[in-house]
């Protein structure tokens, strides 16, 4: 059984799978093995798969979100994923607060009008964006700030009012709050059914989203004089996209796909410097596999709107020069010290020790930038991180092994690097004791 991917993720590490679990049953599969840097699960997934235990951490509530779902952490026998989110389909309710801009939309979707679509995000009013709000957007608007302002859980206007235009279709952010405030009655927070729907929900947002690569660091760019004919077909099919099918659609794939319960994984919201030598000890871990970020890329750029979504709590939006972003994103995002040049060596001398601490082989994978610059340059070099390495474990203990594949570029294919090769590798510091 293949991975089941939650939703589209930079990285994803599908193509290099065999090779990790490769790697770890030369170290003694099956085993407990630790994934720090879970982010959409598909490792973890195959790890579980192979009959390892796994311990699936993320600093994101989201990912952390998916681990749970996929790897059937607290599943019963009686639980029925299907059956809930049709309770949860079934419960939602579009508010008025919209009114006829709601109309607009649905006409032009009718009308299969890309450019009137875009119009319709050009000009529909947002809590950051106020021109043309009527007295009840603008008492939501100011719910929702002040929502915002004291990190309160909300229900309409959590995507909606910040969201629509720009990364959904008004109806899509509608239907997705909906949902989830209607996971929030039929279920409890911290459940496997929980994080189930929540994971189905985050699925349904990602087949959505208007963007490039159908991440959320920013929505596609709409500007005057631009030639936007591919931008209105490409609103169109992301609009038309229904959440409410996408959500039940997974929601059933998730009841085939996760583990069933009875294997023992955990999963965990973690920063992976918070983790320490014991923590691994007491989970019985003898196998660490990362796939850190290594570039100034933050993978809470990505996927702000998710946490946004799971969190249930409207961002207080980053500003800069009187401006919010173009990634309307929020304040205070995790910054990852291994997307930092200063911080990303002793932030992998951290995670070397710590897993040596604990008895534990450390697994690393690694992409090295080879040809021109695009832009995305390693945070730190492949030789400083087997220098790392190696004054853990010793040099006679690590070994590099490069994997015989290339990534995807991330660029459009008329915007790649000519020339561009970014190689993978996996390094090994092997524990002398295990």
């Excluded at 809930?84 to 309710?93: D, G, K, P, S």
């Excluded at 309160?152 to 206007?157: A, D, I, L, N, Q």
């Excluded at 020069?321 to 200063?342: A, D, F, I, K, W």
């Excluded at 790392?388 to 010793?394: I, Y």
């Amino acid at each position: 059984m293949g991975a089941w991917r939650p939703v589209q993720y930079l990285g994803s590490k599908l193509r290099t799978i065999e090779h990790i679990t490769a790697a770890v049953d030369e170290l003694g599969a099956p085993t407990t093995v630790w994934e720090p840097f879970t982010g959409s699960t598909v490792v973890a997934q195959a790890l579980a798969q192979h009959g390892n235990r796994v311990v699936a951490g993320d600093a994101l509530a989201s990912s952390s979100l998916f681990a749970t779902a996929v790897l059937g952490v607290g599943r019963t026998r009686t639980t029925r994923i299907g059956a809930l989110a049709e309770q949860a389909l079934a419960a939602v309710q579009i508010p008025e607060e919209f009114g006829g801009w709601l109309s607009r939309e649905d006409s032009a979707l009718a009308a299969q009008d890309g450019p009137e679509l875009l119009r319709i995000g050009a000009e529909l009013p947002q809590r950051w964006r106020v021109t043309g709000a009527d007295s009840a957007l603008a008492a939501l608007f100011t719910r929702i700030d002040t929502a915002a302002e004291h990190a309160e859980h909300t229900g309409t206007g959590l995507l909606s009012a910040t969201y629509a235009g720009t990364y959904f279709g008004l109806r899509q952010a509608l239907a997705l709050e909906a949902l989830r405030a209607a996971i929030g009655e039929v279920t409890e927070p911290g459940g496997w059914a929980h994080s189930c729907l929540c994971t189905a929900l985050c699925h349904a947002a990602s087949t959505a989203v208007f963007s490039p690569g159908k991440h959320f660091a920013q929505p596609h760019r709409i500007r005057e004089g631009k030639n936007l004919g591919f931008h209105a077909k490409r609103a169109l099919a992301d609009r038309s996209v229904d959440i409410g099918a996408r959500f039940l659609d997974a929601a059933r794939t998730l009841e085939q796909v996760a583990a069933t319960g009875t294997e023992g994984h955990r999963a965990h919201q973690a920063r992976v410097e918070e983790v320490t030598a014991d923590e691994l000890r007491a989970w019985g871990v003898r196998v660490v596999y990362a796939d850190p970020p290594y570039t100034a890329q933050q993978y809470s750029r990505f996927y702000h709107l998710l946490e946004t979504l799971v969190t249930a709590v409207p961002p207080k939006l980053q500003t800069k020069n009187g401006q919010v972003t173009r990634g309307l994103y929020p304040e205070g995002r995790y910054l990852s010290p291994y997307c930092s040049r200063t911080k990303a060596p002793g932030a992998i001398s951290e995670l070397a020790r710590t897993t040596a601490k604990a008895g534990a082989h450390l697994l690393l994978s690694y992409s090295t930038r080879g040809g021109p610059s695009t832009g995305n340059a390693r945070s730190v070099t492949l030789p400083e991180l087997v220098r790392r390495v190696e004054e853990v474990f010793g040099a006679d203990n690590v070994t590099v092994r490069p994997l015989e594949l290339r990534y995807r570029q991330f660029n459009r294919t008329d915007a790649e690097v000519t020339g561009r090769n970014d190689p993978e590798y996996l390094v090994l510091g092997r524990a002398s004791a295990c």
